[in-house]
């Protein structure tokens, strides 16, 4: 059975930095590609960013560009999101989710980050 | 604004039908697979169709996916009340970017 198991998400003021991390099981980790996705309160979905199984090729929104990092380390079956220069637009549950080629299978339960002074 | 254009909501009566549209471009819906996603309330998103068509195991058969072109449309008969949710639809876009729809809430009367 497939799982993934967000932490690191809580509040954080604008211009702060949060690490948010992702647990994977169930499934052969490095065979795939990984996302973050978010959705604001009340919002719909938001493609955050892309990762490659072998995390030589990244991929990200506008929205987050230069500010966020994804990286990954298959020895543990973990996926991460570097979060700086946070802005309360930034505030949002953020989902892991697993690549299955065409698009997103599996998603995670969440982790919510709130950036607020 | 998502690039994804789908319908706010959308409502039927238990047992009926329903259809959701999503309308992209050539960029995106037109040269990619479409996929669509269920999120009942306070819960994260669940696959229900991918390539366009195609069901997840355990996906009952009530639910259908279509694409024409540029727009994508979700089919969904004998409606039931635990069908009340939110549903998206996405693709790749050239770019590289997933885009997801807007979302579209589904009521059951």
């Known amino acids: 059975e497939v799982q993934l198991v967000e932490s690191g998400g809580g509040v954080v003021q604008p211009g702060g930095s949060l690490r948010l991390s992702c647990a994977a099981s169930g499934f052969t980790f490095d065979d795939y590609a990984m996302h973050w996705v978010r959705q604001a309160p009340g919002k719909g979905l938001e493609w955050v960013s892309l990762?490659?199984?072998?995390?030589?090729?990244?991929y990200y929104a506008d929205s987050v560009k230069g500010r966020f990092t994804i990286s990954r380390d298959n020895s543990k079956n973990s996926l991460y999101l570097q979060m700086n220069s946070l802005r309360t637009e930034d505030t949002a549950l953020y989902y892991c989710?697993?690549?299955?080629?065409?698009?997103?299978?599996?998603w995670g339960q969440g982790t919510l980050v709130t950036v607020s002074s | 604004q998502s690039v994804l254009t789908q319908p706010p909501s959308v409502s039927a009566a238990p047992g009926q039908k329903v259809t959701i549209s999503c309308s992209g471009s050539?960029?995106?819906?037109?040269?990619?697979?479409v996929s669509w996603y269920q999120q009942l309330p306070g819960t994260a998103p669940k696959l229900l169709i991918y390539?366009?068509?195609k069901r997840p195991s355990g996906i009952p058969d009530r639910f259908s996916g279509s694409k024409s072109g540029t727009s994508a449309t979700l089919g969904i008969t004998g409606l039931q009340t635990g069908d009340e949710a939110d549903y998206y639809c996405g693709t790749w876009d050239s770019s590289l970017s997933v885009l997801f729809g807007g979302g579209t809430k589904l009521t059951v009367l």
């Open positions: 989710a697993k690549d299955m080629g065409s698009g997103v299978d599996y």
């Open positions: 990762i490659s199984g072998d995390g030589g090729s990244t």
């Open positions: 050539s960029s995106n819906i037109g040269n990619n697979y």
């Open positions: 390539d366009n068509n």
